[in-house]
């Protein structure tokens, strides 16, 4: 069975520095995918970046990256230049491809941009 | 456009009521998936339509009551709720469900706020 782990629940990190979320996750299926969302207190799940496991590269979108450790199965977000709107619940996910499970979620953890 | 909405934002009903929530998308994603979430924790899977029909059902009690009228509509009937079931009910859309990759990518709506009197 799939497993998402997150284990920081509260993350703080001063405007405008780097901060990295963890999220390990646990599959015997060779294919999957991976996704983090972002919850803002609003309580819409915003879509931030994707990695496919058989991605050769770490995926990137604008200020989001993910630095995707195959062999230790982890894909940590990186938001680089935090901003005062960045402040929200981060949520891991992943989706095996051939054992059809549906998307799972990590724990999430609550990430606090202090000015 | 990655637009998925949903209405009413918020619903306040007592357990003999009948209401429904609305979904709809117009991004021809072919999956749409309900969840509900409770507070501080992680979204729950309910259901699951493919190509407008109902895949998974994580046993899900029957007083919750899905359908999918077509392709970009999906609703959730509800009848005889209980105070537990006061959460936020979150919409989404893929293009595909069960190809792998980067279509499976989910898109949600803003979610309905439901409080069970």
């Known amino acids: 069975a799939q497993k998402i782990t997150q284990t920081q629940p509260g993350m703080f990190v001063q405007e405008k520095e780097a901060v990295t979320l963890d999220c390990t996750y646990d599959?015997?299926?060779?294919?999957?995918?991976l996704f983090w969302y972002k919850q803002p207190s609003s309580g819409e799940m915003i879509f931030l970046i994707y990695q496919g496991s058989y991605d050769q590269q770490n995926a990137t979108e604008g200020r989001y990256s993910l630095n995707f450790q195959k062999a230790r199965k982890s894909a940590n977000l990186v938001i680089s230049a935090s901003q005062l709107g960045d402040s929200a619940m981060y949520f891991c996910?992943?989706?095996?491809?051939?054992?059809?499970?549906?998307?799972?979620f990590g724990a999430g953890t609550r990430l606090t941009v202090k000015p | 456009d990655t637009e998925v909405t949903q209405t009413p934002k918020h619903l306040v009903m007592g357990m003999t009521n009948k209401k429904s929530l609305k979904c709809e998308q117009h991004m021809g994603h072919r999956a749409m998936y309900w969840y509900k979430q409770k507070a501080k924790k992680p979204p729950e899977l309910m259901f699951v339509y493919s190509y407008e029909k109902l895949s998974i059902n994580e046993s899900v009690p029957s007083r919750f009551s899905p359908e999918c009228p077509n392709s970009s509509l999906l609703n959730l009937h509800l009848h005889a709720l209980q105070p537990e079931d006061s959460a936020l009910y979150l919409c989404?859309?893929?293009?595909?469900?069960?190809?792998?990759?980067?279509?499976?990518?989910?898109?949600f709506g803003p979610g309905t706020r439901l409080l069970v009197l």
């Open positions: 599959t015997s299926d060779p294919s999957y995918g």
């Open positions: 989404a859309s893929s293009q595909e469900r069960g190809s792998g990759g980067a279509k499976e990518t989910q898109y």
């Open positions: 996910a992943m989706r095996e491809a051939y054992n059809n499970n549906d998307m799972r």
